[in-house]
């Protein structure tokens, strides 16, 4: 079984590599900054000898890139068991006057990966019937709060892909989950001076994600919203 995560090098993806590797998972991982990915590859084949570790730097903001690890995948011959489209970026703002750009990139990143990604690799997955497919959205992608601005736009946007992808996927055998995290910690995190015991562990989003993986194929997950115990920040 092979398990396809973006942004794996950390946070987290790195967490879902981790359980799913544990899971005995064959693991396809990319993340932007080569060494860093390189650290955690080496690190996760250390832990779990039996499986192997794939990792491929990419920048999924950019569609040329987005396709290279798409075809990358493809040309390893590997399966597509589950593909968890986890790559995205914070940027604090507000609609009003946030920078020029900012809603661009964080499309891009956030949203435009997930797409073009699917969209590579689904043809194998339909042929084959099965799949998972994890969208990390987040709460954001549920209601607007101060500062969420392109954020906040984009992983509604990612919502409605996988909300969209969900309905499309019904015949086809493969599953669709979204996935809405509250505050888990992260290096996004690191440095803003929140208590890590306030909010949740990424082991706790990656044990949702792995544990949805796992049911009969009769049954789908279709969204998975954790939060932590006292609430929202
Ligand atoms: N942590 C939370 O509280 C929380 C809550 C809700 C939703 N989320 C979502 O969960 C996902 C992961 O967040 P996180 O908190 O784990 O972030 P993180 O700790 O900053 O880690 C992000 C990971 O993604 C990679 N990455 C970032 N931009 C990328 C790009 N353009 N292309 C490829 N890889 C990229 C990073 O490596 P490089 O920088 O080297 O590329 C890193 O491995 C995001 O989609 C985020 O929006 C997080």
Redesign the pocket.
Known sequence: MNCII?????????AMAERFAAGGYHLYL????AK??ATTTEELATRYPTVTIHSRP????EKEQVTAFAQWVSASGATVDVLVN?????IPGSVHNEPEGVLEKLIA??LY?AYHLTRHLLPAMIARRSGHIFN?????SLQAYPNGGAYSIS?YALAGFSANLREEMKPHGIKVTAVY?????????SGTGVDPQR?MT?ADVAEMVFTASRLSPQATVEEILLRPQLGDL
Do not use: E, H
Request: charged letters at 15%.
């Open positions: 973006t942004g794996a090098s950390k946070g987290l993806g790195k990319c993340s932007r900054d860093t990915l990419a920048d999924m903001g986890n790559a995205g970026q914070f990143v956030n990966s990390i959205c987040s709460v954001a992983k995290p509250g505050a888990a910690y992260t290096d996004s995190w909010i990424a």
